[in-house]
């Protein structure tokens, strides 16, 4: 089980990454120059109207919203792993997923930010701290 601080401390790790209130929730946001990485994504009435009408409910626990790299990994992030992730209406065509914090482990949480980060910054310093880790784009 994950917690927003275990989101802070891995998010905070990378370079250029500054944590910031979200202007729509009020809850940390985690971003670059090119945008949001990771965010906390309370329900809005909205959603749970959406999900209502879908027969679905929001989760318990803390959800935050993560980049993908768009439809292709999201729908497969959903896919393989549905108890973790999931989506709403509004989230129709934006490249997150939505992610329980309850049920994700280290691990995911930290595979999900990394590829998150890799598409806020420059290829430079992407291609410099994937090196500097011992790893491959």
Same mark, same amino acid.
């Given at each position: 089980?994950?917690?927003? %601080?275990?989101?802070?401390?891995?998010?905070?790790?990378?370079?250029?990454?500054?944590?910031?209130?979200?202007?729509?929730?009020?809850?940390?946001?985690?971003?670059?120059?090119?945008?949001?990485?990771?965010?906390?994504?309370?329900?809005?009435?909205?959603?749970? %109207?959406?999900?209502?009408?879908?027969?679905?409910?929001?989760?318990?626990?803390?959800?935050?919203?993560?980049?993908?790299?768009?439809?292709?990994?999201?729908?497969?992030?959903? %896919?393989?792993?549905?108890?973790?992730?999931?989506?709403?209406?509004?989230?129709?065509?934006?490249?997150?997923?939505?992610?329980?914090?309850?049920?994700?482990?280290?691990?995911?949480?930290?595979?999900?930010?990394?590829?998150?980060?890799?598409?806020?910054?420059?290829?430079?310093?992407?291609?410099?701290?994937?090196?500097?880790?011992?790893?491959?784009?």
């Amino acid at each position: 089980m994950a917690t927003i %601080e275990d989101v802070r401390r891995i998010a905070m790790g990378f370079p250029r990454v500054v944590e910031k209130v979200n202007g729509h929730s009020g809850g940390p946001c985690w971003r670059t120059t090119a945008g949001m990485v990771a965010w906390e994504r309370p329900p809005r009435k909205r959603d749970l %109207e959406q999900l209502a009408a879908l027969g679905r409910q929001w989760p318990d626990g803390v959800v935050i919203g993560i980049r993908v790299e768009g439809e292709q990994a999201k729908a497969a992030a959903l %896919e393989t792993y549905p108890e973790i992730f999931f989506t709403t209406p509004h989230f129709d065509g934006f490249p997150a997923v939505l992610t329980r914090l309850e049920s994700i482990d280290e691990q995911l949480l930290r595979e999900m930010l990394t590829d998150a980060w890799l598409l806020r910054v420059p290829t430079t310093v992407a291609k410099t701290w994937l090196a500097e880790h011992g790893l491959s784009e």
